[in-house]
């Protein structure tokens, strides 16, 4: 920008560079009529005027754009009052119930009960230095809603915000204390340069998420990672005996059994009409076959019983006989030889003990007869 010539002293010479500076300022500062108005000049000075017969439409300034900028005087330093035109923070709510569901709020300049919207008339004035940045600040909770009405704020630094975090499973929300830049005024030779960074509307989105683990069992949320902003989920895998398998909407877990070694199966594999096993088999519970004992002669049984009503099964599926011990004798001479012995029905004798029953003819009192005798191989 083009300066003034330095201040003579009665005098000095008024060189051609000092006049041709005049001129440069004098030319620099003599007002323009933009696009759409007049300049009318009078002894106060000049006024700009839309004329009423324009037929180009009229050109409005955009929200938070500069209107003026006025030294203080009597500041310390160079101090000035920066009047903006006013904007809006548009609160979105995801939520159905809140009425309404796009909320306005006017900013304000100054704190507490001094503070005056943006759109109060007159303007206020913003006080501003060379350096500083003009913010609009707002807080919300931890839900994203704005609890305080948005005040501008200026500062020398960096303005920091915090984004606020909803209620998890795993612990507390945040709170927001959010800052918006809307404009620096730097330094151009001496005078204030605006330098711009929000010219609209500030659109606030309350995205709105909360989650919850239902019932018992493993919980399938683990957490939020608040650096980046994401919900973190386990993954459903099956382990030994469940299979997984994702569907377009479900993640299903299936038994996943087999039957191993010889004998007849325990676990009874799921089959389709034909006798061949059952790719997807329908909803329903594994189906194991039953250890019973044998219904006819049962010399061998299976004890699964709770000892006294209501306790639990035992842990163990008992093989057993049908409690009846017993013993072949034979008195020999006034000497007892055991031929067989069998105990809870299964004979204990080792070796061979095959016995027959043989006739053979004796003498009883003179006379012959023919008696059965159990003869030992």
């Known amino acids: ?47 700009y005027s839309q ?33 903006i035109k006013e904007g809006w923070v548009i609160e979105r709510k995801p939520k159905t119930e809140d009425h309404p569901a796009v909320k306005f709020h006017m900013p304000k300049s100054g704190s507490g009960e001094d503070g005056v919207t943006l759109d109060t008339i007159p303007r206020p004035k913003i006080e501003m230095k060379i350096g500083d940045t003009l913010w609009c600040t707002f807080k919300t909770d931890m839900m994203g809603e704005i609890t305080e009405e948005p005040e501008m704020k200026v500062t020398s630094e960096d303005e920091d915000g915090v984004h606020y975090a909803p209620v998890d499973p795993e612990g507390s929300g945040i709170d927001g204390d959010y800052a918006v830049k809307i404009l620096k005024l730097e330094d151009d030779e001496g005078t204030p340069k605006v330098k711009v ?26 957490e939020h990672k608040e650096s980046e902003n994401i919900f973190k989920f ?65 010399q061998i049984q299976v004890e699964c019983e709770a000892a006294n009503p209501g306790d639990p099964l035992p842990e163990t599926i008992r093989v057993v006989g049908n409690s009846v011990d017993g013993a072949i004798l034979l008195d020999d001479d006034g000497t007892t030889t055991e031929l067989a012995r069998w105990q809870d029905g299964l004979v204990t004798t080792p070796g061979e003990n095959t016995l027959k029953v043989e006739e053979f003819k004796v003498c009883v009192n003179g006379y012959p007869e023919t008696r059965k005798f159990v003869v030992v191989p």
């Open 1 to 47: 920008m083009n300066r003034l010539p330095q201040k003579k002293k009665r005098g000095d010479p008024i060189l051609a560079e000092d006049w041709n500076t005049l001129l440069d300022a004098i030319a620099a500062r003599t007002p323009r009529p933009g696009t759409g108005l007049e300049l009318i000049a009078s002894s106060g000075g000049f006024a």
């Open 51 to 83: 004329p009423s017969n324009l037929i180009i439409p009229r050109q409005s300034l955009p929200p938070f754009a500069v209107i003026g900028i006025e030294k203080q005087e009597g500041g310390a330093g160079d101090t000035y009052q920066v009047i």
């Open 197 to 222: 960074y929000q010219q609209s509307d500030i659109e606030h989105w309350a995205q709105l998420w909360t989650g919850e683990n239902l019932g018992s069992g493993g919980r399938v949320y683990k």
């Open 234 to 298: 386990r993954s459903v895998r099956g382990d030994y005996g469940i299979q997984e398998a994702e569907t377009s909407d479900e993640v299903e877990l299936d038994f996943w059994g087999k039957n191993v070694g010889e004998g007849c199966p325990v676990w009874v594999e799921p089959t389709d009409d034909e006798g061949q096993p059952e790719d997807d088999p329908p909803d329903g519970p594994a189906k194991f076959r039953s250890i019973a004992g044998r219904e006819s002669q049962p």
